[in-house]
């Protein structure tokens, strides 16, 4: 009874449950019936899950709950106090006495771990706990916020060890399952080279057959076992840059969603007064916020600016210049230039072309001719990275 209390929830569970209520009965708290779930069970689970998915993506509410709470943790050090509320209206905290229920489930035989699931839905705890899957406050030490990552792919591995598995039955487990556990977490905070390098450790002893503190050879280095097929390996992740490939995936979307919630409350936050790429750590930067920057370096090397209305890009700082060398402008030897003036300033909007007398002197004729080739923009647009 115990194994079955605590082992996960099914979809084919949820499904059963789901068509065993009475069509007709009372609609639940959205408005709708039993039968409209029976009806278009399929619908609801293919698409309304991945529309709901795609319109609200987990991990911008993560980003969203992480500067709550850096936020209220910078607030403790100045003498006006702010906090926060966590409201769960259906928790029974005043008609349950804590204690004589716990001594009840366990007099009864039931696991500790069904009991500690059972209790922590009752009682107030001293911290808010997790937030999507993922700790809602983290301490200074990085690697240690994240171990609890490492102990459940060591939890997973012990459990395929007592298995007699094929090596390509190991490819499986390590691709779609071990390294699917950090994949949340490493979307917005940048793991610390030790703990990659520990999961790799992991991986590796499991790949290799190692049971416990016996020694086994690793016959090719994990490193090159991530190599692709194509050249004779596995085609195995490397984790640090993984992580650093999905932060700046998110980068990207902090620059093409500027109107969605979590990039405008990173705006006002960090950058209010210019654009992402012009943005800077600061002296009191979330874990989140540091992790991004870091991702946004690396994104940035592939992108440059298309000019519309020249007010964001910086003449000779950006990369604005489709086909030419480094995609920037390179000013003369002895020449002195302002690194802050924008694309706008060599523009004559009136008779849609190029003024480049301001800088002419500045310039060589291969710049010169590379930047009449651009095509003029209208600007009633902003400048976009692309």
């Known amino acids: 009874m115990n194994a079955a209390l605590t082992s996960p929830i099914l979809e084919v569970e949820v499904k059963e449950a789901v068509f065993q209520m009475g069509g007709m009965k009372a609609p639940g708290p959205n408005g709708f019936q039993g039968m409209f779930y029976q009806t278009y069970w399929d619908t609801i689970l293919a698409e309304v899950q991945g529309t709901m998915k795609d319109f609200f993506e987990i991990q911008d509410n993560i980003i969203l709950a992480h500067e709550v709470f850096h936020y209220l943790k910078l607030r403790k050090s100045k003498k006006v106090f702010e906090m926060g509320i966590k409201l ?44 999507l899957g993922l700790p809602t406050i983290w301490g200074r030490s990085k690697r240690k916020a994240l171990l609890y990552i490492k102990e ?25 399952m071990v390294q699917a556990v950090p994949a949340y977490p490493m979307h917005i905070f940048a793991f610390p080279s030790k703990i990659c390098k520990e999961i790799d450790s992991l991986m590796a002893n499991f790949w290799w057959g190692q049971n416990g503190n016996e020694k086994r050879i690793h016959w090719i280095s994990w490193n090159s ?17 993984f992580n650093l490939a999905l932060i700046a995936k998110q980068c990207w979307r902090l620059i093409t ?5 979590w990039a405008k409350t990173l705006k006002d ?6 654009n992402f790429v012009q943005a800077r750590k600061g002296s009191r930067a ?3 916020w540091a992790s991004l920057l870091q991702g946004g370096d690396i994104r940035l090397q592939g992108s440059h600016w298309q000019v519309l209305d020249g007010s964001q890009v910086r003449l000779w700082v950006d990369n604005w210049i489709p086909g030419f060398e480094g995609g920037r402008l390179q000013p003369a030897a002895n020449g002195t230039v302002d690194l802050e003036q924008t694309v706008n300033s060599i523009t ?3 008779n ?18 590379a930047i009449a080739k651009i095509k003029f923009a209208s600007p009633k647009n902003k400048d976009r990275l692309v």
């Open 225 to 241: 076992l991530g190599l692709s097929k194509q050249s004779g390996r596995m085609g195995f992740r490397d984790l640090h840059e």
């Open 269 to 274: 936050l960090y950058f209010p007064n210019e």
């Open 352 to 369: 849609c072309n190029w003024d480049l007398n301001p800088i002419r002197h500045l310039i060589d004729d291969r710049a010169a001719e």
């Open 152 to 176: 459940k792919i060591m939890s997973k591995i012990q459990g395929w060890k007592q298995q007699l598995l094929l090596q390509v039955g190991q490819e499986v487990l390590l691709k779609a």
């Open 348 to 350: 004559n909007f009136d």
């Open 257 to 261: 969603e500027p109107d969605s919630l």
């Open 286 to 288: 979330s874990w989140a």
């Open 88 to 131: 769960d209206m259906n928790k029974a905290y005043d008609r349950v006495e804590w204690d004589f229920l716990e001594a009840v489930m366990i007099r009864m035989g039931f696991t500790m771990r069904w009991v500690e699931l059972i209790m922590s839905c009752i009682i107030t705890v001293d911290n808010p706990g997790k937030y």
